[in-house]
């Protein structure tokens, strides 16, 4: 009799062969679980900068041979003011994102291949049946969390909903600006999801163990906002519930669609339905949104709701669910 196992990257064929017949079995990964996501995150940081600094260069030649235009952006005059670079960027910073979700997608599926002996459709991300409906429900679930974040913001007044604005800067078609944008908050929740709860998440919890996965993974995935505009310790606290609610989404699902699907929702809705900062991130929504304390621990200051007890007591409620969907008594 045949049997198939579906798995999250596809369909694993178990049919019984004969001795000295059938596929092969794969080789086993170079180095173990914890040796990999440490060369796995080194490896990140110095391809990275090798790339760019391979970019710097090309892109010099090409000013100097005068073959490219090069654009008028001066950063040093924006220091560190959020509003200020993403002005200055302007129509490239939503290109440069997906830039860098390309290089992501790339970098782990050599990496993958090279030292772990398998395909990157092993973590996750394959085309499996059922992916679309993950990535639904993950958008749903975030618009639910968001928006009992909002209302909580509201209510204890650290923002106000004074009207609505034109989703898009001034200087930008509204349709190609959205779009843009669509994509590269969807390449964001695919490479960072691909990258902690993809490698360094299945990776570790080969050797660790879930809890301790979740733990470390998470980690990782908070210390990597520390840089952002506005970033505090209260941030930190929370995008590592975040990352732990990311990482059982995927335990729930074995598919990296479900926490994709909410990386996306959660990043799109909160800074273009809501109109706040996305970990520190300004964005052009459809509400014009009042901060009335700008420096409100409640609602989250410049660094978004990200950084406020709002997100940490919807995470609270979310969590307090769940524990009771799973202990209440079943008929």
Sequence with gaps: MTQAIRTAGGVLDTTPGVAG?????????????????ILYLVGYLVAGI????????LLGVLFEMGLVEPPSIDLAAAGMDPEKILELLGPLFFPLIILVGVYSVAYTWAF?????????SSLGIGVAPGWRLDFGKGIGLAAIL?????????????????GFQRPAPPDQALVPYLLIAIVALISVGVYEELMFRGYILQRLNEKTGPLVAVIISSLIFALLHVTNPGANFLGLVNTWFIGALLCSLYFRSRSLWLPIGFHFGWNFLLGFAYSLPVSG????GILEVVELEPESRLAGGIYGPEGGFATLIALALLGAWLIW??????R
Aim: hydrophobic share 45%.
């Design 21 to 37: 017949q059938g596929t092969p079995p794969a080789p086993p990964p170079r180095f173990g679980p914890v040796t990999s996501v």
């Design 50 to 57: 090798v790339v760019t600094v391979f970019i710097t260069i």
């Design 112 to 120: 993958v291949r090279l030292f772990d002996r398998r395909p990157l």
């Design 146 to 162: 968001l928006g009992v974040v909002f209302l909580i913001s509201l209510a204890s007044g650290g923002i106000a909903v004074v």
């Design 281 to 284: 991130l300004p964005f052009h």
């Design 325 to 330: 969907k799973r202990t209440k008594p079943r």
